[in-house]
């Protein structure tokens, strides 16, 4: 068609150069060349090359050339219904994930047209947090220190505070030391029924009485304390009362009436005083799970409650006060006297114990219970009765006072006090003196 016959004339097909790139002009249509004798040339019909290198038929003007149908694909796998349970699993064993490489910087990259770009500044390297175990120790340091405060304040709250060193005129002066008053009454107004039957005290016996009454000092040199029994049946005299027996005194005026006997008789002025029942007695010495006490002789005294036998062993809270009231002996009051000192050595030693200083929960029940039971003077604190009990944890000098006699009088059967004696005595302790030791009473 339009002249051009693909088999006698060959189209001679145009590409255009590739842009911007100059090439040679554009060819023109040239004709057939003319074969020699002047024959017309002959044009070879539209051959297809096969891959295969087969020869294909030549095709005529109107044919065209055969398309290659392109190769089938094989059909779809049929779909599989879903899995109605779940796949049979294998367990895998655990392996740890290798640790993460340290940072590396990345190599350079290659070099770049223009200007460097700027690099990326590097995180700083993240400092260690340091410990600080010192910080710790003294953050523990006063945890306890304020709980030690708290601990103190609570059990001086705790004490039951009396008049008990109330002036007077005549008063005895200060004296060097420090002295303490300690007593021990035979009030029942806190026992129950059940705890008055169990420590053997009976009913109400009229005016509260004083079982037991010691005379504390301790020198300011820092020498051995030394603590002095004074019977409670001494014949002294009491003020407004004239003569009676020592522990009359607190029947008829109380703590501030016995303070003045005891400073009048003796001239030895007293800075502390303090005062247990029974109910507390006891409670002490069972918080304390006992006291060991060598009995120096058998007891037997059911109006104390006790039957011990003689030899070393360990007193519950009842036997121990059996034993620091009781008369049933040969002696009477001066074997009392013994058997409250060698209570108060046992005691002493009980409390000052590594075992019992080292428990907490030892340490506190005994100091709750001791502040709970006792009676002080109004200015007399929890520190005050703590250096007490320092005072008197080593080696002290018991004894008591140089006895005279015995005499029956309106009172009743009192003890007498050596008079030669007791004077320098007493003397000894107001001046803050060692006692000479020919006159200890061992």
């Not at 219904?81 to 290798?98: C, G, K, L, M, N």
């Not at 340091?141 to 002036?167: C, E, F, K, M, N």
């Amino acid at each position: 068609m339009n002249g051009d016959d693909p088999q006698h004339y060959a189209r001679a097909r145009r590409v255009p150069p590739p842009p911007g790139r100059p090439g040679p002009p554009p060819m023109r249509r040239q004709g057939p060349r003319p074969m020699p004798g002047g024959q017309p040339p002959q044009i070879e019909p539209t051959q297809v090359l096969r891959r295969d290198g087969r020869q294909a038929p030549p095709l005529a003007y109107s044919q065209a050339p055969p398309q290659q149908v392109p190769p089938r694909r094989p059909p779809p796998p049929p779909k599989q219904p879903p899995p109605t349970h779940a796949p049979t699993q294998r367990p895998v064993p655990y392996r740890e994930d290798p640790p993460p490489p340290g940072r590396r910087r990345p190599p350079p990259g290659p070099p770049q047209d223009g200007p460097p770009r700027a690099r990326r500044p590097e995180p700083p390297p993240r400092r260690r947090r340091k410990r600080h175990p010192f910080r710790w120790f003294l953050v523990l340091v006063l945890v306890l220190v304020l709980a030690t405060v708290g601990a103190v304040v609570q059990l001086d709250r705790s004490l039951h505070r009396i008049p008990a060193l109330a002036g007077y005129s005549g008063r005895v002066g200060d004296t060097p030391g420090t002295n303490w008053l300690l007593v021990g009454s035979d009030g029942r107004g806190d026992l129950s029924e059940d705890q008055t039957q169990e420590l053997s005290t009976g009913g109400d016996v009229g005016p509260e009485r004083t079982d037991t009454i010691l005379l504390v000092h301790v020198p300011s040199s820092g020498g051995k304390t030394t603590m002095v029994s004074l019977p409670r049946d001494s014949y002294v005299d009491v003020p407004g009362q004239g003569k009676d027996k020592l522990n009359a005194s607190f029947a008829i005026g109380g703590p501030q009436l016995l303070v003045q006997t005891v400073e009048n008789a003796t001239g030895v002025h007293l800075d502390h005083y303090a005062q247990i029942g029974f109910g507390g007695f006891a409670g002490v010495v069972d918080t304390l799970g006992g006291i060991d006490i060598c009995v120096p002789e058998p007891i037997d005294d059911p109006l104390a409650g006790i039957n011990l036998a003689a030899g070393c062993q360990t007193l519950n809270g009842p036997q121990a006060l059996g034993f620091v009231r009781s008369r049933a002996t040969a002696m009477a009051d001066v074997d009392r006297m013994n058997h409250q000192r060698l209570f108060m050595e046992a005691l002493l030693k009980k409390v000052s114990s590594a075992g019992t200083l080292a428990n907490p929960f030892t340490l506190w029940p005994l100091a709750r219970d001791i502040a709970g039971s006792l009676k002080v003077d109004q200015k007399d604190h929890i520190w005050d009765l703590a250096m007490l009990g320092w005072a008197m944890r080593g080696e002290t000098v018991a004894t008591t006072v140089p006895i005279g006699g015995f005499e029956d009088t309106d009172s009743g059967n009192v003890l007498l006090w050596d008079s030669e004696q007791a004077s320098p005595f007493f003397d000894a302790l107001a001046k803050d003196q060692a006692i000479p030791d020919d006159l200890l009473t061992k």
